[in-house]
């Protein structure tokens, strides 16, 4: 029976990003918007940017389902979502910087809220390795304040819900492998061969 | 979902207008939505319903009760207007009933429990508005 309705047309690109960006634009106004997302092109693939009114609150892989992601956004910040790319532009330009090697750190506002306790803690310290080192998880569990939760910060590193601007991918294991990664052991390989160019 | 429920009932500008107040709406009304509700059939009632605001809106602006809006006038044609016009031409009922089903994808005990009929009778208006949809696009041919 749907065939009475094939001739419904959808509204072309422009018109769509611009009702998107309206809707935006009303709904910051009336305090609407809790979390703007986008999506960013880079050499590890598409990257899904989320941030709140206080910073950036999730950074996730194409690896990761961004649909199964944006869900839990919903169900754990808040349910007030939209893409909202103009938010993010600064961020989606520090990203191509990183990427193309001129670019050292990540000059935006973070919010933790995923992260509590000491997984906090241990991003915190993360926030301090600079560009080009890596350190060990112990270390990393020591400087967190607890030298012997070296597999906890291990974890913490792990579920970083912002990685790359929070540089996890600075960790490696004492007997220098290479350990797990949201975006995958290859993604933090190259992350480390860029930094060390 | 959202867009074609409110391009069936609109012309394209106030169809741009019933989409942003339906998402808007939907943003305000989140803190209060159940932990259960379905959020697509919640967003598909909304769409419906703005989409009758429009119409209204619509009508009050210029035309004659129970006419159609000219809206030729402020749009360019699209090739979906002869559609929105035997839409419209249906009764409120079943036009409800064909909108929630057919393009927002409710079931029928969905759209039973938002318009506090059994879900027969929404099988049965869905079914009759359809039918009349067919007579008035197709010059009554059976598929």
Not at chain 1, 164 to 176: Q, T
Request: aromatic share 4%; net charge neutral; hydrophobic share 45%.
């Amino acid at each position: 029976m749907s065939e009475l309705f094939d001739t419904i047309s959808a509204p072309d690109g422009a018109t769509l990003a611009g009702l998107r960006a309206d809707l935006v634009r009303r709904a910051e106004a009336e305090g609407l918007l809790d979390v703007a997302y986008r999506t960013v092109d880079s050499p590890l693939g598409a990257l899904l940017v989320a941030t709140t009114p206080v910073g950036l609150v999730r950074l996730a892989f194409e690896g990761e389902d961004h649909a199964t992601v944006l869900a839990a956004i919903a169900d754990d910040v808040s349910p007030r979502v939209l893409q909202a790319d103009a938010r993010l532009d600064d961020l989606a330009r520090q990203l191509d910087e990183y990427f193309a090697g001129r670019r050292r750190g990540f000059d935006v506002p973070v919010d933790l809220r995923l992260a509590r306790g000491f997984r906090r803690a241990v991003l915190e310290h993360l926030r301090d390795i600079p560009y080009g080192r890596i350190e060990s998880y112990a270390s990393v569990a020591r400087a967190a304040g607890s030298p012997n939760a070296v597999r906890a910060a291990g974890s913490a590193c792990a579920m970083n819900p912002v990685p790359l601007v929070v540089p996890c991918h600075r960790v490696v294991r004492s007997d220098g492998s290479i350990g797990h990664y949201r975006g995958g052991a290859e993604a933090k390989r190259r992350l480390l061969a860029l930094e060390a160019a | 979902m959202v867009m074609r429920v409110c391009r069936a009932l609109l012309a394209s500008a106030d169809a741009d207008d019933a989409w942003s107040e339906t998402f808007l709406s939907a943003l305000r009304a989140y803190p209060r939505l159940r932990p259960d509700s379905d959020e697509r059939a919640w967003l598909v009632t909304i769409a419906h319903r703005k989409a009758l605001d429009q119409l209204r809106a619509a009508g009050r602006r210029a035309v004659p009760a129970g006419e159609l809006p000219d809206l030729a006038t402020e749009d360019p044609p699209r090739p979906d207007d002869e559609l929105r016009a035997a839409l419209a031409a249906l009764s409120p009922a079943q036009r409800e009933a064909v909108v929630l089903h057919h393009l927002g994808g409710l079931a029928h005990d969905e759209i039973a429990a938002t318009l506090g009929i059994s879900p027969a009778a929404a099988r049965r208006r869905a079914a009759d508005g359809i039918a009349a949809l067919r007579t008035r696009l197709t010059g009554g041919t059976t598929p």
